[in-house]
């Protein structure tokens, strides 16, 4: 792909995405994992600190990662916005219910979630903060993550360049690794 292709497609992942921030479930379906940043630290999170996402304060999000917390605060924000908003809010996990004992440095709220959507028959993935095109593998030497089946990354979340080594986490709340 030349770069107007690629500014071309990122903007229509990134309006999908931002209506997916808002609760639409029209392009795909939005949801919070434990990116490879948090993931051994999942069994001791109670709660999660945030920044003030969206001029409306900290997400009230507990160690249930329910994505309709999210999807209910962007959808309070212009979804021309939205993404903007997403690449500023961060979230840290936390030992206690006052989220004074932080267990992470801050993670930008992009590496929190997944997304998935077809445009143009090929569908493309947002993970750990980074757009991927299913249907191309992907390794990682990260012993908590697993690889994701098909994946490449094309493209970072929210235009910039993939520079660094892209890791995936398999571990969900589910299955707390």
Same mark, same amino acid.
């Given at each position: 792909m030349?770069? =107007?292709?690629? $500014?071309?497609? &990122?903007?229509?992942l990134e309006r999908r995405l931002a209506a997916a921030l808002g609760g639409s479930t029209r392009f795909g379906r939005l949801a919070l994992r434990w990116p490879a940043a948090a993931?051994?630290?999942?069994?001791?999170?109670?709660?999660?600190?945030?920044?003030?996402?969206?001029?409306?304060?900290? =997400?009230?999000? $507990?160690?249930? &990662?329910d994505v309709t917390t999210v999807t209910a605060r962007f959808a309070h924000i212009p979804e021309f916005a939205r993404t903007d908003e997403l690449k500023q809010s961060r979230l840290i996990p936390c030992a206690d219910r006052e989220r004074e004992r932080l267990l992470t440095a801050p993670i930008p709220l992009d590496?929190?979630?997944?997304f998935d959507?077809?445009?143009?028959?090929?569908?493309?993935?947002?993970?750990?903060?980074r757009w991927r095109r299913v249907g191309h593998t992907?390794?990682?030497n990260d012993p908590v993550s697993a690889p994701e089946p098909?994946?490449?990354v094309f493209w970072t979340s929210l235009g910039q360049h993939?520079?660094?080594e892209g890791h995936v986490v398999g571990a969900g709340l589910a299955g707390r690794p």
């Open positions: 030349n770069a =107007l292709e690629d $500014d071309t497609l &990122l903007a229509a993931a051994d630290r999942a069994r001791d999170t109670v709660a999660f600190r945030s920044n003030d996402v969206g001029g409306y304060g900290p =997400l009230p999000l $507990d160690a249930t &990662l590496h929190w979630l997944t959507t077809t445009l143009h028959g090929r569908t493309y993935r947002l993970h750990e903060g992907e390794s990682t098909c994946c490449e993939p520079g660094g």
